[in-house]
């Protein structure tokens, strides 16, 4: 089993930034990619950027050039740098880590609230 507590949610203005931190405990040898998704009300959840163990890295293309992914091996733990936020990006954030075997664990979710 692999816990994720999610932090960093919050409102800000738009063009503000904002820093999501997941950390990732329990059985955390065997984790490959650890990645964030989100969900906007009414809208199915999505991919916004992912980070596998190899140091590869791959965004939503809402994401590309705004949001920064980035994982901490010691500490088992990957960021997500959001500037210039906009409304549209508010939404419920969630890490998500996939396992060698191909398991996925999911955080609870952290609000993200861009006001215009």
């Known amino acids: 089993q692999v816990q994720l507590v999610e932090s960093g949610g919050g409102l800000v203005q738009a063009g503000g930034s904002l820093r999501l931190s997941c950390a990732a405990s329990?059985?955390?040898?065997?984790?490959?990619?650890m990645a964030w998704y989100r969900q906007a009300p009414g809208k199915q959840r999505e991919l916004v950027a992912r980070?596998?163990?190899?140091?590869?890295?791959n965004y939503a293309d809402s994401a590309k050039g705004r949001f920064t992914i980035s994982r901490d091996y010691a500490k088992n733990t990957v960021y997500l740098q959001m500037n210039n936020l906009k409304p549209e990006d508010t939404a419920v954030y969630y890490c998500?880590?996939?396992?060698?075997?191909?398991?996925?664990?999911w955080g609870q979710g952290t609000q993200v609230t861009v006001s215009s």
């Open positions: 998500n880590v996939r396992m060698e075997t191909s398991l996925d664990y």
């Open positions: 329990g059985s955390t040898f065997g984790i490959n990619d």
């Open positions: 980070a596998s163990r190899s140091g590869g890295t």
